[in-house]
């Protein structure tokens, strides 16, 4: 498996990617909303407000981790959220959305970044370092629908201090319906 930085000039493939992981888990609803997601994400987020990761095996695209930044009103702290991922459907429980997630956030610690958060499946996530977080620790951009997905971690080695301040985030991630 090769991990790449960026879309490589994917973008549609990257899309298509996330339109049809989700489809196939969630519903063509759900398919179509995350694939809008991630166009906007692309085609919007200005770059250095974005990280892309992707995995590449036979060619063939497998996963992709989109991280966007955060930004806390009173906090000097780089904070990135893991919004969206995702893992081919028959490549799902063999270990590569891990290596994709160990592969960026080595890179994202090496670049900087004090911080990552998601909204996402703790026991998923807790495999490669996330912990529950509470909205004293890092308050969310949009009011969560399940609070118990909001989990984060420090990539800088220090504890996780609470982070200060208002969030907010990138435009694309704005829409209340996916928080």
């Known amino acids: ?18 339109e049809a992981v989700f489809t196939a888990s969630e519903g063509a609803e759900e398919g179509g909303i995350i694939g809008r997601l991630v166009y906007n994400l692309l085609s919007d987020t200005p770059r250095e407000d974005i990280q892309i990761f992707t995995s ?3 060619a063939e695209l497998t996963g992709a981790a989109i991280f966007s930044r955060l930004t806390y009103a009173d906090d000097p702290r780089q904070v990135f ?17 891990q290596a994709l997630l160990n592969h960026a956030l080595t890179a994202l610690r090496a670049g900087g970044v004090d911080v ?7 026991a998923f996530y807790g495999k490669v370092g996330f912990m529950a977080l509470r909205e004293a620790d890092a ?11 909001w989990i984060g971690q420090s990539l800088n080695g220090a504890p996780l201090q609470p982070l200060q301040g208002n969030c907010t985030c990138v435009p694309a991630l704005r829409d209340p319906g996916i928080w």
């Open 139 to 149: 308050a969310s951009p949009l009011p969560l629908s399940f609070p118990e997905g």
């Open 81 to 97: 959220i893991l919004s969206p991922m995702a893992v081919a459907t028959d490549q799902q429980g063999k270990g590569g959305g």
């Open 56 to 58: 590449i095996e036979n």
């Open 116 to 122: 990552v958060i998601t909204y996402g499946d703790p």
């Open 1 to 18: 498996m090769e991990f790449l930085n960026g879309t490589g000039g994917d973008e549609q493939r990257i899309v298509g990617l996330f």
